[in-house]
């Protein structure tokens, strides 16, 4: 890993190789997630005032670079995202925190998104239809287009919150990125121990109900949030299972399986997973496994 080492350090000499390789990250096609591991780097590494000075600097010169080509002007969200991200790392030192947070940022984006848009179901089914007329035309499909607008109705209740989680996944994976990549150099980064040993805070819990109400309150965008929402519980579960796998024998094989399981039967999986982590935060399962609450008890 020597040589990532070097690239690295090359990368993060100085802010304009940052800011530069950040720029140009973001412009070619299928890169733009470096840029986003830079940012987090530089926040990680150098403080948050660098790396929101990256954020700015790449937003301002991408933009600059667009309206010269006659583009549109951009907003790198997902820039901001693991920018966001990188601090509540930075400051935390916590990676449920981070997570949390970083969730809580998605709600609040999708909340935004239904205020600014009122209408925002009917605009993604206009568009969606208006899409398929286009593909339709190019390319014969069976499909007609009454089940076409029934599968569009169902999709608008959720497209917002699809987007959410996905950028919420793929700001957590560059923040990850950037934190191995930083252990390579600080022994002191135990990664490992602190992605097994996650455990929901309240807070969450409380935000969960409170949606989860909302279902039957017919609230508007309720159901972009679900999916938001429970993406910290399900992570936890998943750090559960490695923690209670990696004590096992057997381990990978019983992380393969776990993982064929979540894959071939996810709508109960993942099901499965939030109430584990909701036990969890009641009963404290490690604690159990290691012989804590034991140990309390005879003292």
């Known amino acids: 890993m020597n040589w990532l080492k070097r690239s690295t350090e090359f990368i993060l000499q100085t802010r304009w190789h940052a800011l530069g390789f950040a720029v140009l990250f ?3 096609p ?6 986003a591991v830079i940012v987090c780097m530089v926040t990680l ?15 301002v010169l991408v ?10 002007a951009m907003m790198p969200l997902g820039l901001v995202l693991a920018f966001i991200s990188a601090v ?37 089914q206009h568009l969606l239809s208006q899409h398929f007329d286009e593909m339709k035309a190019i390319t014969p499909m069976k499909i007609t287009a009454e089940q ?10 959720v497209l917002t919150g699809m987007i959410a989680v996905f950028s919420l ?26 992605l097994i040993n996650l455990r929901i805070d309240w807070i969450m819990i409380i935000v969960l109900a ?36 990696n004590k096992l024998r057997f381990a990978l094989v019983a992380l393969c399986g776990f993982y064929l399981l979540l894959m071939a039967f996810a709508h109960y999986a993942l099901g499965l997973l939030i109430v584990l982590a909701l036990i969890d935060r009641l009963f404290d399962l490690r604690g159990y496994s290691d012989g804590r609450h034991s140990t309390r008890k005879n003292s």
Do not use: M
């Open 26 to 28: 973001t412009v070619v």
């Open 30 to 35: 299928f890169f733009s997630w470096l840029a």
């Open 45 to 59: 590494r150098k403080g948050e005032l660098e790396g929101a000075g990256i954020l700015v600097g790449v937003a």
């Open 63 to 72: 933009n600059l670079l667009f309206f010269a080509l006659g583009h549109a």
């Open 88 to 124: 509540a790392l930075a400051r935390s030192q916590s990676w449920i925190i981070t997570v949390e947070v970083t969730s809580l940022v998605c709600v609040l984006g999708v909340i935004i998104a239904h205020l600014a848009v009122p209408n925002l179901q009917q605009t993604w």
């Open 148 to 157: 076409a607008n029934a599968l569009f109705v169902v999709l608008s209740k």
């Open 169 to 194: 996944i793929t700001g957590l994976v560059n923040l990850f990125i950037a934190r191995w990549i930083q252990s390579l150099s600080d022994t002191s980064i135990t990664l490992r121990e602190n």
């Open 210 to 245: 409170s949606v989860i109400g909302s279902l039957y309150l017919h609230f508007a965008g309720v159901f972009d949030l679900v999916a938001v929402v429970a993406l910290p519980f399900i992570l936890v579960g998943i750090s559960l299972v490695h923690f209670f796998a």
